[in-house]
């Protein structure tokens, strides 16, 4: 299977390019390549594929086999592929997600993308749209008990589920890999979730780090990144517009007073092509 290895801001995935023929055994064969010691290593997979509703469709896959509803860094990385590679001319296109058809713009410079805008739609706060159990709308700093500890949580869908977790200390020091696996598994979330850990530097400013449904710890994540700027609005502890420095990068977002909608502006990069042999049963 011939793919092309992408990132935004170290949020890595293996892109296959299924324009002209579809995949089988899509959940078996992302786990398959995801795994950095067996496979090719990335955090997922995600399938270009045409649209008849848009000019394109990304259908994503994390580490674990399981589908995502949206993915941020992986969409500008779709909108970079499809540019780079000629499957589209134009620097305003559309792609079709679980979470709905997305508008991008595209930064060209040299005849390659550099630059990617995506509108992420507006915000969905309804618990039960989240999903989150939880009685209040919107859900914010919602007492959760985890690990033995009462955690205050504010919750965010960008079309996939998110936790957002404020704290005071910096974001490099916070245990991630002992608490985040039980709040992604935790049972007021039906479908798990993506848990944000931040911490807010100014108005404009936050620091994030983030477990990832189904992937685990990531060095970034866009829809996350857009959810904790969402939750540091409705905090009262960030201005709409803000950067975020997660471990990978900045990502500059910006939820519009206007339309309700969320913007986030981001690099995508092309790192290698390459073609995998797997296993017999995934070829069938
Ligand atoms: N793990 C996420 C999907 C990938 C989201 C993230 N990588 C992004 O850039 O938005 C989920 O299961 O909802």
């Not at 058809?101 to 706060?125: A, F």
């Not at 990531?218 to 471990?247: E, P, Q, S, Y």
Request: glycine fraction near 8%.
């Amino acid at each position: 299977m011939k793919f092309t290895k992408m990132h935004g801001i170290g949020n890595d995935y293996v892109y296959v390019d299924c324009t002209k023929k579809d995949l089988a055994h899509t959940s078996e064969i992302a786990k398959y390549v995801s795994d950095r010691h067996f496979g090719i290593g990335s955090d997922g997979m995600i399938l270009i594929k045409s649209s008849e509703k848009a000019d394109f469709q990304m259908d994503m896959y994390n580490a674990d086999g399981s589908r995502g509803e949206m993915c941020g860094n992986g969409i500008r990385c779709v909108a970079k592929y499809v540019y780079d590679h000629h499957l589209t001319d134009k620097t305003e296109i559309s792609i079709d997600t679980l979470a709905g058809i997305k508008y991008l713009k595209l930064t060209v410079e040299n005849g390659k993308v550099v630059k990617v805008r995506v509108n992420m739609g507006q915000p969905i706060l309804a618990p039960d749209r989240i999903p989150v159990i939880a009685e209040k709308e919107p859900v914010v700093a919602e007492p959760i008990k985890v690990c033995g500890k009462e955690w205050k949580m504010t919750c965010v869908s960008m079309g996939n589920p998110h936790a957002v977790i404020f704290i005071d200390t910096p974001v490099k020091e916070f245990p991630l890999e002992e608490i985040g696996p039980h709040f992604e598994n935790h049972a007021r979330f039906p479908k798990r979730t993506n848990t944000e850990f931040v911490r807010v530097l100014d108005r404009q400013t936050l620091e994030m780090r983030v477990w990832e449904r189904g992937s685990g710890e990531t060095l970034a994540c866009g829809t996350g990144t857009c959810a904790t700027v969402v939750a540091g609005v409705l905090n009262g502890l960030c201005d709409r517009k803000a950067v975020v420095h997660l471990l990978g990068g900045d990502l500059e977002i910006e939820w519009n007073e206007d339309d309700n909608c969320v913007y986030m502006t981001g690099s995508a990069t092309e790192v290698f092509e390459g073609e995998i042999t797997l296993p017999e049963e995934m070829t069938e």
